[in-house]
Structure formats: C-alpha cells, structure tokens
C-alpha cells in the first residue's frame, strides 16, 4: 500500500517477492543490496532460521530517487516459499503494491512452482487485490542450470496473464535488477492511473 | 485495490506530529513513532540517532501483523496492545484503529504505567484524526483529479531516471 507523505515530499512502495522455496528470492534482495550505493538502501533484515531459509520475510528498504520533486522509496519484501509457512505469507501479502513472482527453472521444481503460483492467486484475492491486474513481474530463476524448463513451456504454466518476463541466475545477478525496474515501473504508472 | 493507500497532507501531518510529540514528552519516552500496518514509518519523535527508525517500523509491523495471525486463530479480534520487556529498554505497542501502530521506547525513566495511560490517551485523540484522514482519501478518490497529484503527469522517463 503506497504511502504518500507531500510533507515530506516522500512515497513508499511495497513490492514483495514471491515463490516456492529456495527459488532464489532471498538471492534476488541480497544481489540488489549488494549493488546498491549505501546511500540509497537502509539495512537489510533477514528473518530466517538457522539454514537460512527465510521464516518470516527479508526487508530491504531503497531509496533510489525523486520524481517530480518527490523522493520514491522502495520497501522489498521476501514471502517464506516453505509450503507450511502460508500463515506468514498471507500477513507480507497485505498492502502489496506489486509483486515479482520467481520461479525455479529446474524440471524437477516446476510443480511447486505451479503450486507457489495458485497460492499467491489465491492470497491476493483473499486481501481483496485483483491477481490479473496488480502490479507484476515474472522472474525465472536458476537459468544457469543444466536441467532447466523451456522459457515458453513455464510462461505456459505459470504466466496466463502474460506479465512481463524476465530469464535471471540471481546468484550472479543476471535479470535481477531488470526485474526490479519492471515492477517498480509498474507500481509508479499504477499510482499515476490512481492520481 | 484493498485498500486505498495513506495520503497524507501537510496541514495532518503537522496535528498529528504535534499530538506524537506531546505523548513524547508526558510520557517521559525515549523514542516514540507511528508505522502504518504495512511497516512504514509515518513520523517520529525522540532520540532517533544511530536507531534505524525504517528497519524498526517494518519489524514493528511484522510482529503486529503475527501477532495479529495469532489472536485469530485464538478467536480473538486482536490484541491491541505488545509489551517488551528489556534490561534497559523497554517498548509499548499498540493499535490505533484498524491501520496505524503507536510506539514507544522507554527506560528507567518512565513507567509501563505511565506509558500505558499516556498511550490510551493518545490514541484516542489520534483514532479521529486518522478517521479523518481516510474518510478524506476515499472522497478524494472518487472525485478524479479534484487535488492535483504530482503522480499525475510523471513519464516513463521520469522512471527511467530513477535507475541512472
Ligand atoms: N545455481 C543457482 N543457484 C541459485 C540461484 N539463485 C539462488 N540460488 C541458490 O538457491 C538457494 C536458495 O536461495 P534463496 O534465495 O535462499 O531461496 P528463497 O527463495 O529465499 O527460499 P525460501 O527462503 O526458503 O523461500 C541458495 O543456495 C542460492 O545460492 C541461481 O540463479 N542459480
Ligand atoms: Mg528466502
């Protein structure tokens, strides 16, 4: 849920990344921290257990410019993919203001992708948001492996409403922040369509 | 949408820094704040250096939102006021109406007690004022450009600019 202050001269978007377990999201957030000036990121937060499966969410707060006079910020949240952490997804869920669903390229984890994506559907239209029409980015990750699916065949399965997609190796940083460029894009025409 | 998103004005801003403020200093607080429910920080008063105000907000939410989750599947509403307890710090948690989360930080200094009456009352006060605040949004809303937003005329340039 964007926040605009005009007193002082801010707003604040919230994008949430979103996806089955170790797709790479929190991979995506600490490649964008890592490349990103220090004056412009905040501290990065990462709840996570002790193998570094994210618990709750990673927060990492951008702050990348102003336009028309306003400074834009960006609040960056990872969901927990873990099947069973769903209580916790639905909470991050909430006051989304665009969305960047990663994928996993491998073969053998193209049914949990599936599965991530009906669930993310689903979420969103329980917080009263419209799943075809919000804010969103479709990252398929990992495209550094061997093993990995077709671009056509998962945009297939998982990309009915044909947002824009982007290949990525979040590791290296490949399409991470052509990804982030896209959504906030989105967010920002969205707001302009709400003025 | 949900929700329409917080707009928030000047003129509001202004009333509703000076009633955070004034909680601040009768509370005897060491830092006091209001978040949004989506974790972001609307104003601040106290001693914000070397605190990180944004991280705070959002862990802030976080735990609400929980904690929130919790009193669901407990049939409750909500619980509308946390309370941590620390060696030197302590922090007072709570809800104002359905979309904002006052915090104070305080030590030794001040009291739960104290805190909790000075909260309540602040609350109070702020409930209206926030009420206020979103009865003006979704009216602005429905009268399309009725206040000129600086949203309105951005390019794709304008974004573009923004990644350098
Ligand atoms: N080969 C390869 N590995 C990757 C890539 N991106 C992430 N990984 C690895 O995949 C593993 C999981 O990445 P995370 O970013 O923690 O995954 P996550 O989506 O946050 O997982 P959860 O927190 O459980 O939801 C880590 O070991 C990463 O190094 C990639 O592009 N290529
Ligand atoms: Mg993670």
Known sequence: ?????????????????????????????????????????????????????????????????????????????????QVFYDASRKLILRGVDG?????????ERMEANVESMENLRKNLQEQGFNPDTIPCVVQYNKRDLPNVVPVAEMDKALNARKAPIFEAVAMSGTGVFDTLKEVSKQVILELKKQA | MADSGL??????????????????????????????????LITSVGETKGVDTTSLASLTAGNIAATGGMAKLLGEKEFSILFHEGEKDNIHISL????????????????????????????????KMFEDIFVKIEKERGVKHAVKSPFAEITEEDIEKLFG
Do not use: W
Not at chain 1, 99 to 107: E, I, P, T, Y
């Open chain 1, 1 to 81: 849920m964007s926040f605009i202050n005009y007193s002082a001269r801010e707003i604040n978007c919230k994008i949430v990344y979103y996806g089955p377990g170790l797709c790479g999201k929190t991979t995506n957030l600490l490649y964008i921290y890592k490349k990103t000036n220090p004056d412009s990121k905040g501290k990065m937060i990462s709840l996570a257990t002790e193998t570094e499966r994210t618990l709750f969410f990673d927060f990492l707060p951008l702050s990348l410019g102003s336009i028309r006079g306003f400074k834009v910020r960006f609040h960056l949240y990872t969901v927990p993919g």
């Open chain 2, 96 to 127: 104002i109406g359905q979309r904002v989360i006052l915090v104070v930080i305080f030590d030794q200094r001040s009291s739960l007690g104290l805190v909790r009456l000075r909260a309540k009352k602040t609350s109070d006060v702020l409930v």
């Open chain 2, 7 to 40: 707009v928030m004005h000047e003129e509001e801003f202004t009333l509703i820094d000076a009633e955070l403020a004034k909680l601040h200093q009768q509370a005897n607080a060491k830092l006091t704040f209001l978040v949004d429910k989506n974790g972001q």
């Open chain 1, 99 to 107: 969305v960047v669903f990663v994928g996993d390229s491998q073969v």
